[in-house]
């Protein structure tokens, strides 16, 4: 669409903190455009300013912004040293709210900044004492609590290197993640709330300690109430109580720009999960960017973001504390079967201002005639919308139903920048369907397979300048060829995130969907293979693929595919023992929507899986587009998918 579905408010574009930077920056009366334009051939210029802007408070000063712009390879800020967590902890009073803790049956307690402080102090001691220190790593397994945020915060002021997931991964699967770290603590609770259950994860932490064969020890977290048995750990246990409940004295190890703050995983199709690993400060100024200036958070807002630990959202959610903003935390179902609108009720309720979900939960809430405008919900002014594009059909039903004053502000990021590439800001029109603009520093582009820039028609996600927060290196990759070859390796120097999109000649951005085989649904990412790992260790199943594909209208279809073993019969109780396989060996929210029996997998003749192919196929490319026959093991089977998928965009809506 041409004309935009909402243009900027010019008292609230006055009011904002992105005119205030341009300010700040000799940029005053610039539009949007300006700024983005000077943000990306200025880097140095750009990104000093964000470091002046946000004050950033270093123990050493930088010598040069970019002393060198390589990709991969960048060097920002060389000489400085700081701490994250020390402007995390610094912008709010003592007794200002700075943790709102909430859970899908509406209960609430708050954490005010004083208490948070002496909490976070209280457990560095605690992993101080068990000897974790700068450069060591320690885990959570942990729902999105403020026992999460604590753990995080004081492993990041030890200059020690946090990573998390949810405890709906099974404790393989967490394993495979966190085995590659060598983690000296493990921090886990006893289980976490899910559609009106708590689920106990008593064993499945005892499960994981043991497979973590480095551990010093395990801090246990009561949550949901559950008594911890006395079992075999295979260190030293340390209830979470008293952890946290000691008095000491808050302090920060001065860390350099680029040391490791976290490790977040972002799972491959074949092999262990990637470990991501980034830095200190270049996570402290592309979250100040994205959360101050695009989504305008300072003190006295509240963001309520629904996410899970393991998606690179709750890293954000964290963050909003750099800003001086109230974060609010989550535990429970988006849509609980009791209540199913418990998110807009707590919106309404806590004055939120930022309210963060998924194109699914929006999609879902009109399909089912849920309506948030019975409840209050005049504070909220921003609805960040990301985890897959959002389809233009959302855009008036946010209006309708929460409120014509709200910026619906869909973006698109990844894990492995942790933050956005396009989105909007106060600033920006917004077009039904598509994504304002790309982000302050972003230097985004589409690519043909040739490597030149196209506008107006589909190409490859690609970032032709660094980001502080690009990764600084992959975990277990010691001469960087895993991750040159993740980003690298289809344009030497210039970023490919395996996205397609549209950049259309007014500035918009139109996301097309992964171009990569990654399952996302709601914004969480799981590798393929960790469903196939373990529904191909089922004796009925031979052989398993499975595809997320993104359709037209918003939805997001996940099939999974299994050749039989001899005599077997795909019947419903066959199917739900792959499901329940699935849920407790993987990951619940990843059970496919559909389960299909087919003669058989195409792959490469060096026997790799066609996983994307196979999902363009079903997405309704020509076949000559998709693949060459030639290099396929079994050429009939991709006629085969290439059927189903017709079939399927022939069913009736």
Known sequence: MTVPFTTPDPQVVADSNIRDFARHAGMDGADYTALHQWSVTDLEGFWGAVWEYFDIDADTPYER??????????????????????????????????????????????VTAGRLRAQVASVAATLRDLGVGKGDRVVGYLPNTPHAIVAFLATASLGAVWSVCGQDYAPKAAADRFAQLEPTVLIASDGYLFNGTAHDRRDATAELALALTTLKATLLVDHVGLPWPVRPYPSLVVPWEDAVTRTEQLAFTPVEFDHPLWVVFSSGTTGLPKGIV??????????????????????????LWYTTTHWM???????????????????????????????????????????????????????????????????????????????????????????????????????????????????TPVWAGELSAPHLGVALAAYDAEGSRVVDQVGELVVTRPMPSMPLYFWNDPDGSRYRDAYFSSYPGVWRHGDWITLTSRGSVIVHGRSDSTLNR??????????????????????????????????????????????????????????????????????????????????????????????????GAPVEQVVNRGAVDAPDLIDHYARLGAARRKRPA
């Open 65 to 110: 912004v970019l002393a060198e712009e390589a990709m991969p390879g960048a060097r920002w800020f060389t000489g400085a040293t700081l701490n994250y967590a020390h402007h995390a902890l610094r912008n709010h009073a003592d007794d200002a709210v700075a943790v709102v803790a909430l859970d899908e049956t509406g209960s609430c307690y708050e």
């Open 522 to 619: 709601n914004g969480v990412r799981l590798g393929s293979a960790d469903i196939h790992d373990v529904v191909e260790h089922l004796p009925e199943i031979t052989e398993a693929l499975v595809i997320g594909a993104e359709e037209p209208d918003g939805g997001y279809w996940m099939p999974l595919f299994v050749v039989l073993a001899a005599g077997v019969v795909l019947d419903d109780s066959l199917r739900k023992k792959i499901r329940d396989a699935i849920r407790d060996g993987a990951s619940p929210r990843h059970v496919p929507d559909e389960i299909l029996d087919v003669p058989g997998i195409p792959h490469t003749r060096t026997g790799k899986k066609l996983e994307v192919p196979v999902k363009r196929l079903l997405q």
């Open 313 to 427: 959202m709750w890293n954000l959610v964290a963050s909003t504390l750099l800003t001086g903003a109230t974060t609010c935390t989550y535990d429970g179902s988006p849509a609980p079967l009791a209540q199913p609108d418990v998110l807009w009720q707590l919106a309404a309720r806590h004055r939120v201002t930022v309210f963060g979900t998924s194109p699914q939960f929006l999609l879902g809430m009109a399909k089912f005639g849920i309506d948030p405008s019975v409840h209050d919900l005049s504070s909220i002014r921003v609805i960040g919308c990301t985890g897959s594009a959002l389809p233009a059909s959302a855009y008036p039903w946010v209006r309708d139903h929460v409120g014509e004053h709200v910026l619906l502000a869909s973006i698109s990021g990844g894990t492995d920048v942790v933050s956005g590439f396009a989105g909007s800001a106060p600033n």
């Open 278 to 303: 980034h830095g200190h400060g270049g996570v402290l100024l592309e979250h100040l960017k994205t959360l101050g200036l695009h989504s305008d958070l300072g003190p006295g807002d509240r963001l």
